[in-house]
């Protein structure tokens, strides 16, 4: 292998190196780091508390609990009332 | 021939409560929300285990008519109000805190300690002296009531869930479901065979007060009579929820307990008056011939004694809040104890109901060894190994330092608590 052919060798290595590190320093893999970071803050963070207690795919839930309440203690209030007058 | 529960409680109490604490010492995973919940279970087994000794077992050695008296009683409720904080601190935290400011939660907790306090010192101080001064509690009564409406929400949530686990959102929402019918059972359980009643009972809507002598006695009925309805309602709730659990999931164990309390209150109250035994009426020797007064020992006072201290023990077990791992052997004693202390109880109290000798228990116990029973019961107890326990993230604070916060507030008000008893009972502050 003649100088010119080493140093060509060289140079190509150098270029493949830098592509490997630019492809390193790239905005994918930061958005890859990125996103795993985000996930795992995301996931020790408590969840949204109107998804947790107010499930989207039972909106009933809520709604019957309410029902149950008013009609419990509105039957309850409206005999208090009617002992205490 | 005569007998009492409170004893087997009070050694229930104190038996989980050394269990907590010392498995509790040890260093291991465990999150911050599970060692906040192991700490409020003890402030609870505190409470339970004051009371029972001196509102049941030894009341007539403690109250002796002296000045300390007023201190003692003060504490005790004291105690009570720790151990109810305790457990709404849980409802917010365990398995997922429904706060993300710390800043907010110590608010939160000073505000109510500080109530609480207040309501001491209006309680025993000097405002009983007063022309318009009227007997109430407020934050005594209203506090457990919040708590149990949140209990029955989340609880209600968990029972009529069709799928269960199916994502990390319906997953926790079955953790927190969970942890919430256990507290409900522990905290309403007891009079929910008394209550069944509710609707027919006249008692739930006698007045206290006098109507139109002052506003303050409106105000304590209505605290007074929301919080008697918060004992009844979650049992209706739950037995709603239980018959649709049944349905969806097929799980008798869960709906079956629940629907099994409202089968016995209903027996409770057509059969046997529907009259309750409390911490004083379960350390009271009763006439164990009575079939009535059996049962209603074996409904009201059970729960109240026995069941309380063995709910903890579910409770700190399935939630994580200590790891039986650190020390098997002792976790196997804890079991095997429970179970015997339990059964023993149990099989006295039905002794003139189905003609049975209580020594019967001591077989009970054998088949406890030789079957290794308590192994099955501890390993059924211990949470899933795919269940998430995540140590999650809080704002202005992070959640080790919480735990030990939260513990020195109650230490703190619980010390100036008994400073004020004593400076009411030395009448310094007339």
């Not at chain 2, 008692?203 to 918060?230: C, H, Q, R």
């Not at chain 2, 059964?343 to 406890?368: D, K, N, R």
């Amino acid at each position: 292998m003649t100088e010119e052919e080493i140093e060509e060798t060289e140079e190509k290595a150098e270029e493949t190196e830098t592509e490997d590190i630019s492809e390193k320093d790239d905005s994918p893999s930061s958005v890859v780091v990125g996103s795993i970071e985000d996930t795992k803050s995301t996931e020790l963070d408590p969840l949204d508390l109107k998804d947790y207690l107010f499930p989207k795919e039972r909106p009933w839930v809520w709604k019957s609990f309410a029902v149950m309440f008013v009609l419990f203690f509105g039957y309850y209030f409206i005999k208090y009332k009617e002992t205490i007058s | 021939m005569v007998e009492n529960i409170s004893i087997v409680s009070i050694i229930l109490d104190i038996m989980v409560l050394l269990f907590i604490l010392y498995l509790g010492q040890k260093k291991d995973d465990r999150t911050w929300t599970q060692k906040l919940g192991a700490t409020m279970m003890c402030w609870f087994l505190l409470c339970h285990l004051a009371m029972n000794i001196a509102y049941g077992q030894f009341y007539a050695q403690i109250f002796l008519g002296e000045w300390y008296d007023t201190v003692l009683h003060m504490v005790l409720e004291t105690l009570w109000k720790a151990a109810i904080v305790g457990f709404i601190v849980t409802t917010l935290s365990t398995p997922m805190p429904l706060f993300k400011n710390v800043k907010n939660y110590k608010i939160g907790v000073i505000f109510g300690l500080s109530f609480a306090l207040l309501e001491s010192y209006y309680t025993w101080g000097p405002p009983t002296g007063e022309d318009w001064f009227v007997y109430f509690w407020p934050f005594w009564s209203l506090a457990p009531a919040v708590l149990m409406v949140m209990l029955s929400y989340l609880a209600w949530n968990y029972l009529t869930s069709p799928e269960g686990a199916g994502d990390r959102t319906e997953a926790l929402t079955d953790r927190a479901g969970l942890f919430a019918v256990m507290a409900l059972i522990l905290w309403g359980g007891k009079n929910w065979f008394d209550w069944v009643g509710f609707f027919k009972s006249s008692e739930f809507f006698y007045s206290n007060g006098t109507p139109g002598t002052s506003t303050l006695y409106l105000v304590a009925d209505l605290i007074g009579k929301f919080e008697t309805g918060m004992i009844v309602l979650p049992m209706f709730v739950l037995s709603v929820g239980s018959v649709i659990y049944l349905r969806n999931r097929g799980s008798v164990l869960l709906g079956g307990t629940i629907l099994g309390f409202l089968i016995l209150g209903f027996i409770h109250f057509w059969f046997f008056s529907g009259e309750s035994q409390d911490y004083n009426s379960t350390a009271r020797f009763f006439n164990e011939e009575d079939i009535r007064e059996s049962f209603i020992l074996l409904t009201h006072g059970t729960m109240q004694s026995l069941a309380r201290p063995l709910i903890i023990l579910f409770l700190v077990v399935r939630f994580g809040m200590v790891q039986t791992e650190h020390a098997p052997d002792l976790s196997r004693a804890m079991m095997i104890m429970s179970l015997a202390g339990a059964m023993s109880v149990i099989t006295e109290i039905l002794q003139p109901m189905l003609g049975i000798s209580q020594l019967i228990s001591g077989f009970f116990l054998g088949a406890i060894l030789a079957f290794e029973i308590e192994r099955k019961v501890m390993k059924a107890m211990q949470p899933p190994d795919d269940e998430e326990n995540t140590d999650w993230v809080l704002i202005n604070g992070e959640g080790i330092g919480l735990v030990k916060w939260t513990n020195t507030a109650f230490g703190m008000y619980i010390f100036a608590t008994i400073i004020l008893g004593i400076l009411i009972a030395k009448e310094v502050i007339v």
